[in-house]
């Protein structure tokens, strides 16, 4: 149960890491605007970019959480995200800041995919739902702004944007040692093993006991193969038919980005708002 305390603490610190990592940007906005004299637009641009390239690679992230270990997955994007927020913090070219920025936004996508997969592995379906709203806690604490708006305007937005990066470096050591893609996986592998063994010494004594056996396997074999086959050539037009000209679909779609439309826009432009034409100090 400690060992299980603890990875749920890393886990936690990870993603709020994570959002720290990204939100930390539109908290340095009037910072950069008043040191490099970039006009809106072109903070703007740089926001843009890492929204573009976000949405792009939630397309695949989950696709790859799946595929691969999350542990690592998510160790990859917290030293990432560490290294380019450094390298943000030591820029000052616009075009140089958009790719950097853009670049943290591919990596950022790994995130949600690979807590996502970690509370199935570690929960059952009647517990996910409760340690998925828990975990989405995590991105509002990393939101928060006194943190980041204390550095800036004690130590400056650039170590406001170096700090997460290094905390981030820190965590994904200690994420890749404390979370080892989870125990449940570890007996997962022995109940296949366990069933794998059993299949083997039943095959074995069937077998021994009918000949034609092998033969009706050979066949079945064979038949499983062809349906594979038909299977994955129709997979394309199970995408179309279900995903890309399913109306509910693009409806749900929409209402999303018009709720994001505002969220993002609210959320990355407020301090500006405050500062600028509220003339809060």
């Not at 950069?32 to 072109?42: A, G, M, P, Q, T």
């Not at 690679?57 to 994007?77: C, E, H, R, W, Y």
């Not at 806690?137 to 939101?143: E, M």
């Not at 749900?252 to 826009?265: A, N, Q, S, T, Y």
């Amino acid at each position: 149960n400690n060992i299980n305390k603890y990875r749920i603490i890393v886990v936690y610190s990870s993603l709020a890491l994570f959002y720290l990592a990204r939100k930390n940007f539109s908290l340095t906005i009037p910072f950069i605007i008043n040191d490099l004299s970039f006009s809106k637009s072109e903070i703007g641009k740089i926001g843009s970019f890492f929204a573009l390239t976000y949405g792009f690679a939630k397309l695949i992230s989950g696709v790859l959480a799946d595929l691969q270990s999350p542990t690592k997955l998510m160790f990859f994007g917290l030293i990432s995200t560490g290294l380019l927020n450094i390298l943000f913090g030591y820029s000052s070219n616009l075009t140089l800041l958009t790719i950097i920025w853009g670049l943290n936004g591919i990596v950022q996508a790994v995130a949600i995919p690979c807590i996502s997969k970690l509370v199935s592995f570690w929960w059952s379906p009647s517990e996910r739902a409760t340690w998925w709203g828990f975990f989405c806690t995590a991105t509002n604490v990393g939101a928060i702004p006194f943190l980041t708006v204390f550095i800036c305007s004690t130590y400056g937005w650039r170590l406001a944007m170096q700090i997460p990066g290094i905390l981030c470096l820190i965590m994904s050591v200690i994420f890749i040692y404390s979370v080892n893609d989870c125990n449940n996986n570890n007996s997962n592998n022995n109940n296949s093993n366990s069933k794998n063994k059993n299949e083997k010494s039943i095959i074995t004594t069937n077998l021994e006991s009918k000949g034609k056996l092998e033969n009706n396997f050979i066949t079945n074999n064979r038949n499983e193969k062809n349906q594979t086959i038909n299977e994955s050539s129709t997979i394309i037009n199970q995408m179309i038919v279900n995903i890309f000209l399913n109306g509910k679909l693009w409806i749900l779609c929409l209402k999303m980005f018009l709720v994001d439309f505002i969220r993002m826009g609210a959320s990355n432009w407020f301090l500006i708002f405050f500062l600028e034409y509220k003339h809060y100090s």
